[in-house]
């Protein structure tokens, strides 16, 4: 085997064809099975990551041409607060999940460990020719709001650790069953939880594999001041709502308790202030519905001042057992769409897509054997594309591995207003607007709202007192002290953000290049620019201030543009 790879590396491979003709030729003439793809790639020398045999070697490239390596984590099984008519409920998997999924087949294999879960998609990553030095954390299980809190501060604190420790530490050396019954750490106190969680960030903001976005999902009736405060400490940069749709009365028909339209917009505006980036999980085809109402209500989502989502995962309904909905169905009383219904409404949707707006998934990844009625197809993106349809949401636009050309570059702005504010999307296209290099977020408030916000809420005039000890709390923040009063943190933090411009998003598309590696479109500076041409609108706005809701992983990368950590910010003094 070791001298077929010997061969094959030396071989002037140009195609992926080129490769399976050496592989079988070499197999047939040393008698051995053909070669895995992975087993050539752990033979490879580091100075050869970027090269073409490489890049055929990688398999679904796909997974970082965003220029992130995206790894999705379940934690694991805790009552849910809704009892909503289209989800599954299925023993030792978290409400809505279904045992055969991909996600949580991993998970279960892991018995729900992050700190697994996190070493063996790297692990995974690396196996099949990716670098994942970027890391887009997901984690996912159903409503994040609603699990213990010393559970959520551990359960970060291990994924952190996991991306520090990766290839320092042999992840199977540690204890099998790390269940949360069996590990004595998640039982420590908050303020030891806290300790530990901040120094793996600390740690992580110059690691090798860096942890630059956290996503959590929970629902809209349960985001606050008090769980965004929390999830600011954890890291997350970015909260997936489960809004289905926004119509009261199809909601309610689906039980879906408090989370009406009303919360929807409430918590949007909530995420929007705090710099979060907000995607919304979308249901089509709901038991109420119709494909004339829900193109009209994803028409609103864009429309609607109160809503303006960034990113959409679009989940067809579908019936599967050990869910009110099948009960339904089996009674005559719920019918899902056919298939030419549901192509036909998407395709409408994917054309109504603003160009600020990224459609990250079409399809749930629920086996086909799960589904009893409804869509069967994954690869419905595929199915509408060829269709011709035109989409110009983010994600069609992507540029992927094509070659940059500083010559094709031009910026353009689209402004758009969003719950009591104005948002900018700065992006870096081609000269026919076909191709998207990478945009950034900016989010301005109103005069009036920064003028309310100033004078009327009380946690920063009655705590004012708490700017002469700000940075001594600072300090002993970062090494776990004791929490200080919710209504004090969120004073520091509403000081803090207080009359700054929001930078949201920063994100550079194309494959994914480690810091220190050969430039493509990622590390040529694109970044740089498009942070200075947000930075100009915001002075010419009367703006003196600006904050970033940056990863911990890319928090090296504001401070290399002059900005510095302030709570769990990156704030800049503009001139």
């Not at 002037?12 to 003439?29: G, N, Q, V």
Request: aromatic share 8%; charged share 30%; with cysteine.
């Amino acid at each position: 085997m070791k001298k077929a790879i010997k061969k094959i590396l030396k071989l002037k491979i140009k195609t992926k064809e080129d490769l399976m003709a050496a592989k079988r030729r070499l197999a047939k003439k040393h008698g051995i099975a053909i070669m895995k793809n992975s087993d050539i790639l752990r033979t490879m020398k580091a100075g050869a990551n970027g090269n073409l045999l490489r890049k055929i070697l990688r398999k679904r490239a796909v997974r970082t041409l965003s220029g992130v390596a995206p790894v999705a984590v379940l934690v694991k099984p805790f009552p849910c607060p809704g009892k909503c008519a289209y989800c599954p409920t299925e023993k030792d998997v978290p409400q809505s999940y279904l045992s055969n999924e991909p996600a949580v087949m991993r998970a279960i294999g892991c018995n729900y460990d992050p700190y697994k879960q996190v070493q063996l998609r790297l692990k995974a990553l690396e196996a099949n020719g990716h670098e994942p030095t970027k890391i887009e954390l997901i984690v996912i299980g159903g409503t994040w709001s609603v699990l213990p809190e010393k559970y959520k501060y551990w359960y970060v604190w291990q994924c952190f650790k996991a991306a520090n420790d990766f290839k320092k530490m042999n992840y199977e050396s540690r204890i099998m069953n790390y269940g949360i019954k069996k590990d004595k750490e998640v039982h420590n106190s908050i303020s030891v939880l806290r300790k530990k969680l901040l120094e793996e960030q600390k740690k992580n903001e110059k690691a090798k594999y860096k942890i630059i976005g956290l996503t959590l999902e929970t629902r809209p009736d349960y985001i606050n001041e008090k769980e965004l405060l929390e999830m600011r400490e954890l890291g997350c940069t970015r909260v997936e709502l489960g809004v289905q749709v926004v119509d009261d009365k199809i909601l309610e028909k689906n039980l879906r308790g408090t989370a009406g339209v009303k919360k929807i917009s409430e918590a949007t505006k909530l995420l929007r202030n705090f710099g979060f980036k907000i995607t919304y999980h979308i249901m089509p085809g709901l038991p109420g519905s119709s494909a004339k109402k829900d193109l009209m209500m994803f028409k609103k989502l864009f429309s609607d001042e109160r809503f303006q989502p960034d990113q959409i995962k679009f989940y067809p309904t579908v019936v599967t057992r050990g869910s009110l909905l099948y009960k339904w169905w089996k009674a005559g009383k719920y019918k899902p769409y056919s298939k030419k219904v549901l192509e036909n409404l998407i395709i409408k949707c994917k054309e109504a897509v603003p160009e600020y707006v990224r459609i990250i998934r079409l399809i749930r990844d629920i086996p086909a054997e799960s589904i009893v009625a409804g869509n069967k197809i994954t690869n419905l993106r595929q199915v509408v594309l060829d269709k011709g349809v035109k989409c110009r949401c983010i994600r069609c636009r992507e540029c992927k591995d094509l070659i940059f050309n500083i010559k094709d570059l031009r910026f353009k702005i689209v402004k758009y207003k969003a719950a009591d504010g104005e948002e900018y999307f700065i992006q870096a296209e081609s000269k026919d607007s076909k191709t998207l290099y990478g945009f950034c977020r900016l989010r301005l408030l109103s005069r009036c709202h920064c003028e309310k916000l100033a004078a009327s809420d009380e946690a920063i005039s009655e705590n004012r007192k708490y700017v002469g000890i700000k940075n001594m709390f600072l300090k002993s923040h970062r090494f776990g002290s004791p929490r200080l009063p919710r209504f004090a943190e969120a004073a520091l933090l509403a000081m803090t953000l207080e009359g700054a411009a929001l930078i949201r998003e920063l994100h550079i598309y194309g494959e994914l290049v480690p810091v220190g590696k050969n430039k493509k479109i990622q590390h040529a500076g694109l970044g740089k620019k498009l942070m200075a041409e947000t930075e100009k609108i915001a002075r010419k706005n009367g703006y003196k201030k600006i904050a970033v809701i940056a990863g911990v992983g890319a928090r090296e990368y504001y401070r290399k543009l002059g900005y510095r950590l302030e709570e769990s910010y990156m704030i800049k003094n503009l001139k």
